[in-house]
């Protein structure tokens, strides 16, 4: 639909409820931005329903495509940038194992599995990696060639330089679905998957005020520390959960395979306790 054909279905009046100053302004928006047509609360659809979700579904479709893409031409990038490390000499900085008979590889833990990554091809626990965003994270850290060593000194998201626009996605993707999910269970139970993560325990002053906190080496170099604090319903607190990081976590990630490196946290996270509550 042109932005013609949407504003006479507005009522005309510039509003500006929708969040735009005037109809036609808020039309041209959905007819060429893809802004949502529901936000106009007067707006006519009737006829317009069906036409609508398949629209919606193509775009949604259509950027699945160009993002997928994307994250496969960075790999093939990735690839070939690692292909050109020695990696004898970078094992020990990113704290990987790596054996002079099989000099390509090298083997490091990723949320409490066995990796072998070699400079063509990615397996976790013998399973190859399908999942390019996976590569890229596991690339990009090798790629990094190591830097300084962690020192337990933790920071939250909104420290790192540039971090502004990935805070809300890590509380999206990360936090708060660790909140929701742990949220009415016992305390003990991020003790009873610390084996399962490779996790330790943080530093006792950071989670005195916690319900529970772990320390989960994401990979080897790049430790998360997790803090959840149960809700208090008389007092109207939500349950919350956040994740701090070690002060030199961008020597070994960019912003963007760090926040996804959370999301694979927490979802790792989910996963264990449902399957631990199977048994």
């Known amino acids: ?25 808020f039309a041209a928006a959905v007819a060429r931005a893809g802004a949502d047509i529901n936000v106009c609360p007067y707006i006519n659809l009737q006829g317009l329903e069906a036409t609508v979700l398949s629209s919606k579904k193509d775009m949604e479709d259509l950027a699945g495509q160009v993002a997928e893409e994307h ?11 690692v292909s050109k490390v020695d990696f004898g000499s970078i094992a020990g900085s990113l704290g990987a194992g790596w054996n ?17 990554l070699g400079k063509a091809e990615i397996f976790l626990s013998n399973d190859a990696v399908v999942d390019p ?21 933790w920071i939250g998201m909104e420290s790192l330089p540039n971090s502004i626009s990935k805070i809300r996605t890590l509380a999206t993707y990360c ?19 610390r084996g399962q993560l490779d996790g330790y325990d943080g530093p006792p002053d950071l989670g005195s005020t916690a319900t529970s906190s772990l320390v989960v080496p994401v990979l080897p170099m790049v430790p ?12 109207g607190i939500e349950a919350k959960a956040k994740v701090l990081f070690d002060h030199s976590v961008l020597d070994f990630l960019d912003l963007e395979s ?6 694979r946290f927490a979802e790792r996270l989910v996963q264990l306790e449902k399957n631990n509550e199977r048994q």
């Open 1 to 25: 639909m042109n932005p013609l054909e949407i504003l006479h279905r507005t009522p005309k009046t510039n509003c500006g409820e929708c969040g735009h100053l005037t109809c036609l302004a």
């Open 175 to 193: 936090e708060k679905k660790i909140a929701k999910f742990l949220s009415g269970k016992p305390a003990h139970v991020l003790t009873d998957l």
């Open 258 to 263: 760090l926040v996804f490196s959370a999301e």
């Open 133 to 153: 965003r996976d590569q890229i994270l596991l690339y990009n850290y090798v790629h990094s060639c190591g830097g300084k060593k962690p020192d337990g000194t």
């Open 71 to 81: 994250d496969w031409a960075l790999v093939k990038y990735l690839r070939e940038k």
């Open 100 to 116: 002079e008979h099989n000099p390509d590889v090298l083997s490091l833990r990723y949320l409490g599995q066995e990796v072998m």
């Open 224 to 235: 998360q520390y997790l803090l959840f604090w149960e809700e208090d319903t008389e007092v």
